[in-house]
């Protein structure tokens, strides 16, 4: 049977580690070459092993994607490993506790986590944007998925500058969408709910069981469920839909 993303050459950002590392998988899986971009080189390492143990094709990249320099060596790579670019999945990102940030209202967050967090989950997908864009323009079209949340669809506390990226990964999202539609290249933001990854840890030892009692389905998802989404977002089955973010939450944001 031919897989989704057959022939497509994909990079995944933040593919160490669970969101992204499931997608490159689910993509390999469907038939794409992956290029697995981490500044954890020994986990995009390992996400690259677990495809090629599986058949699939992958490369895996060291790079901060809070640095353009590094984002433009990351597609240079994957255009001379795989030829193309046709796909990219915007993922990598960090959560408050990652910036020395816990519990922390709106007035006691510090300058600095405030910035490195807009830096680190807002501004690098615009970058990866920005370099991803000409080579997709030049080669026919693409698709782009850029990985927002559902604190970029609601508000939820202790996490003003997560939040405020989140929403601004969505307006990036949304802004692009328009501006490319001509030109073949698909924008869209998946938005996940609480997801069983390393970054949610501490989140669920602190509050658990309120998380899964605010979630309609009552229980976190896992990186595979975001990843379903993504490969369809990226296959040419989603072929109308741009702009657009899409909660996979459990039916968190319905109520
Ligand atoms: P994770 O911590 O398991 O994976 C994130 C990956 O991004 C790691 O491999 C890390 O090394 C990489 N990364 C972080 N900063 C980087 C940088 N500057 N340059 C290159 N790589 C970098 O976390 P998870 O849960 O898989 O998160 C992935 C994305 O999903 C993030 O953008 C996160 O905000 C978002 N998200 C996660 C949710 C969850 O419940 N786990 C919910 C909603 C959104």
Redesign the pocket.
């Known amino acids: 049977m031919a897989g989704m993303l057959d022939s497509k050459t994909v990079l995944v950002?933040?593919?160490?580690?669970?969101?992204?590392?499931?997608a490159s998988l689910a993509m390999a899986r469907e038939g794409a070459r992956v290029a697995v971009?981490?500044?954890?080189a020994e986990?995009?390492a390992a996400t690259v092993g677990l495809i090629n143990a599986g058949g699939g094709q992958a490369i895996s990249l060291n790079?901060?994607?809070?640095?353009a320099a590094?984002i433009a060596a990351m597609i240079e790579s994957t255009v001379a490993s795989f030829g193309r670019l046709d796909a990219a999945f915007n993922?990598?990102?960090?959560?408050p506790h990652?910036v020395k940030s816990i519990q922390q209202r709106t007035h006691e967050w510090a300058d600095e986590p405030f910035d490195r967090m807009i830096e680190?989950?807002l501004k690098?997908v615009w970058l990866c944007m920005k370099h991803e864009l000409p080579r997709m323009l030049s080669g026919g079209g693409g698709a782009i998925v850029n990985?927002?949340?559902?604190?970029g669809l609601i508000g939820l506390r202790s996490a003003t500058a997560?939040v405020a990226a989140?929403h601004g990964v969505i307006g990036l999202t949304k802004a692009a969408a328009l501006e490319y539609a001509v030109d073949g290249i698909r924008v869209n933001a998946v938005?996940?709910?609480?997801?069983?990854?390393?970054?949610?840890k501490l989140?669920v030892s602190l509050r658990g069981d309120q998380i899964k009692a605010r979630t309609p389905m009552g229980r976190?998802?896992t990186?595979e469920e975001?990843a379903e989404m993504v490969v369809w977002l990226c296959s040419d089955r989603a072929s109308y839909v741009t702009g657009v973010a899409y909660a996979v939450d459990g039916g968190m944001t319905a109520s």
């Not at 971009?37 to 954890?40: G, K, L, V």
């Not at 993922?91 to 959560?95: E, H, K, L, V």
């Open positions: 950002t933040g593919g160490g580690n669970g969101i992204g590392r499931a971009a981490d500044f954890e986990a995009a790079g901060d994607v809070t640095r590094d993922n990598a990102g960090i959560a990652q680190v989950n690098s990985t927002a949340s559902i604190a997560y989140k938005c996940p709910g609480f997801i069983e990854t390393r970054m949610t989140a976190l998802g990186p975001i």
